[in-house]
């Protein structure tokens, strides 16, 4: 296994360019279940993640190749066949293939995915809105085993909270069943847009895009299509938050700061330097660094604060001068990054869904050994790292590379000392 190791105490500069979203190019990919012919995907990020998703579909039958950042998927060759618990375990998103597969197919198995180190994750809404359009879910096994004679039927299906890849997946079943679903408090994360733009690219009929409110008019058949993956809004802000905790002055560039509104408010609150362009955030943190203000967070449904970004920023709370308090209201179990930051010297207390970090300044925090426990603990753990004083040891960094492209790579050309090493 590999670790990531890190000299840190050195300011960042220049520039780091931002690839295409995870969680974007993975029901994008699982979309061209859809539909026979050859879907072609730009600025896919070549991800642990994304290679995982294109086993999953090699093992339904299709093919695709990748050429630089473009992939081109067959959808042609769709058989029935299970998504193995194998598969399933290291990445849940391969439940978006069930929504596709009874589009397609009438019929779908996958395992459970279980829970993982943020919480439990049910996936129940998923299935009371594909048994509101007909389909039979059993739970037998650790599989679901759905299915459906015929075609769906369209209906208006409600969720509790705001799924986001339960939007996607009865998104996904929805434009091929007969008449018209409407999905109400649906998600509206910028990468449920994209989705729908290439079901609409196919030949979905869909109202409602960026809005909480989708009506969806089913059509008897859609055709392959050509599409493009937004930039990723959770690496942006990443490495927006990377330098503001490091110190120093670089621009994230091929991003949509659109996507990261509430970030770039809580930076701005911080004291950090924040210019924005139209694809790009410069970020400057040069005096700053001994006087990051503290900044509450709530993490929220698009476009609140995102849970996916809160551990990054709790680092970097964590050399604030003062008390600030992290609410996470999405994930119950999201703080596993505490005890590894507290062994970089951090201040952090939990209750329950609530963090109080007690910053202690820019220069409190000191590299020490430790473990990565899912992606974005991980990438709290890099930026702890850039930021203090001597060498930091992360190891289990494959959760990074779930959903991470080159960061080492990355983080060199912004002027950071850090290396991959067998453990
Ligand atoms: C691949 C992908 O896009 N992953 C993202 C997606 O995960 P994911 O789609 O799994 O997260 P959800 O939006 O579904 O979860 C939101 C909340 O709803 C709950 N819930 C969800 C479904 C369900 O059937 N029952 C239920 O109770 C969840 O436990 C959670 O508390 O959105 C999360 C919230 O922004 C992000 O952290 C993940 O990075
Ligand atoms: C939680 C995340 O991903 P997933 O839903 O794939 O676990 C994430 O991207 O931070």
Redesign the pocket.
Known sequence: MEKLVIEGGKQLFGKVRVSGA??AA??LIAASLLAPGVHVLHNVPDLRDTRTILRLLESLGLTWEREGDTLKIDGTGLQYSEASYDLVKTM??SVLVLGPLLARLGRAKVSLPGGCAI?????????MGFEQLGVTCDIKHGYVDARIDGRMQGSTLYF???????TENLLMAAVLAKGTTIIKNA?K?P?IGNLIDMLIAMGADIEGRGSDRLSIHGVEQLTAAESRIIPDR?EAGTYAIAVAAAGGDAVVENCNPSHLPSLLDKLRLAGVGVDISEKSIRITSLENKNTIKPVDITTM??PGY???LQAQFMALMSMSNGLSVINET???NRFMHVAELQRMGASIKVDGRIAMVKGLGGDHLTGAQVMATDLRASSSLVIAGLAAKGRTDISRIYHLERGYEDMVGKLTGLGATVWKENE
């Open positions: 995870k969680n993975l029901p849940r998103a919480g439990a994750r049910p996936i129940n809404f998923h299935l509790d909270i705001p799924s986001v890849t339960g998600a994360e990468e959770i449904p698009y995102p849970t996916d999405i994930f119950e």
